[in-house]
């Protein structure tokens, strides 16, 4: 029986090495060398070709490269009954957090608009917001989004949180469902959008949702591209109603070179780096997972399909 990483684009040979590394009997197999396809079990999949998926007769396990399993659970050459699992990670929740603090500390103490002065030789000092009057609100309050919102509570911001289900955590007032999202948006600065991407939260970020954010708000997507509904962030942007936006996600990546958003001053743009997986941080989880099939044990960060994460 053999794992197959499935992963074009990516360093698949480093990948290998690090597998090997926690386990060196094991047979990796490398993307397209697959060889005997009854002798797949596990694929470790991202960017995973079209149809890839339907290949392996006794497939049982595919296991997601990141946080998000959006990419394997739309797919629709996923065999029916194939588990699907995806990374929990330290490091992948550091990393996140590492961004989202700067991004906000970006606009709560105006650094786009010093850059604009620099470009003018302008001497000016921008005013910062009182810390009690600005709120950072994360959409999505899982294991990423609570890794954020205690960095964020490290700096002294005042943190809010949107999840589907209500939870509570020390310091943060968490909304839950679509009946408090309104009021959830209403108090938020800064809407930070963490969700993973489902048939319920995809074109979330839309006019409507925009609307309800205070006047002035900022918008940080770090979730996935088809969460942003891209002309109704342009138009609020355009018409002064949120001051900007920074975006690591895209509906298309890479962003085509002629996309509106290249051309507009107040959109920070990175491509897809929020956060990354480390494969010697997370090796150790797939084998334990290999390891978990073979023996017909519940596996690890296992995601139920039917909810979408
Ligand atoms: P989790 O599965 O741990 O958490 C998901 C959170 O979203 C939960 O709090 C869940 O609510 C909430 N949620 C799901 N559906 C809804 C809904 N319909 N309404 C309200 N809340 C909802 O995910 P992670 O924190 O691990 O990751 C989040 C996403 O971040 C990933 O799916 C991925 O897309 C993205 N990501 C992006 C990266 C990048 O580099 N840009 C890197 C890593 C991740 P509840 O708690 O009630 O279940
Ligand atoms: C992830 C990502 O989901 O990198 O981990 O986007």
């Given amino acids: 029986m053999a794992l197959l990483l499935l992963m074009p684009g990516r360093d ?13 009997a094991l047979d990796v197999r490398v993307w397209p060398d697959t060889g005997n396809l009854d002798e797949i079990l596990m694929v470790v999949a991202w960017n995973q070709p079209p149809g890839s998926l339907a290949l392996f007769p006794n497939l049982r396990c595919v296991a997601s490269l990141g946080a998000g399993v959006d990419h394997i659970l739309s797919d629709p050459a996923l065999p029916p009954g194939v588990a699907v699992t995806r990374v929990v990670d330290a490091q ?9 603090c700067l991004a906000v500390l970006h606009h709560y103490r105006s650094f786009g608009r010093y850059e604009e002065h620099k470009r ?7 005013p910062v917001p009182p ?8 959409m999505g309050m899982g294991v990423i989004g609570r890794t954020v919102a205690r960095a964020l509570q490290a700096l002294e911001f005042r943190v809010l949180g949107w999840a589907r289900t209500p939870k509570s955590l020390p310091g943060v007032r968490v909304f839950a469902g679509k009946q408090e999202l309104d009021e959830f948006l209403s108090l938020s600065n800064v ?10 939260t995809k074109d979330i970020l839309n006019r409507h949702t925009f609307s309800l954010l205070p006047r002035g708000a900022y918008v940080i997507n770090v979730a996935r591209g088809a969460h942003l509904v891209e002309e109704d962030l342009l138009e609020m942007i355009r018409s002064g109603h949120l001051s900007g936006a ?3 996600v895209f509906r298309e990546e890479p962003l085509p070179p002629d996309h509106p958003f290249w051309q507009e001053p107040s959109i920070m743009i990175t491509p897809h780096v929020a956060s990354i997986t480390r494969p010697e941080s997370v090796a150790s989880q797939i084998v334990e997972n290999y ?5 017909g044990k519940p596996l690890l960060h296992q995601v139920d399909p039917r909810r979408g994460y």
Wanted: hydrophobic residues 45%; contains cysteine; proline residues 4%.
């Fill in 12 to 24: 698949m040979q480093g990948w290998k090495k690090n597998l090997l590394a926690v386990d060196g």
């Fill in 92 to 100: 992948l929740n550091r990393m996140m957090a590492e961004y989202v």
């Fill in 120 to 126: 003018e030789r302008k001497w000016v000092q921008e």
């Fill in 131 to 138: 810390a009690e009057g600005y709120h950072v609100g994360i």
């Fill in 191 to 200: 809407l930070v959008c963490l969700l993973p991407l489902t048939p319920e």
């Fill in 246 to 248: 920074c975006l690591d």
């Fill in 291 to 295: 390891r978990r099939l073979l023996a």
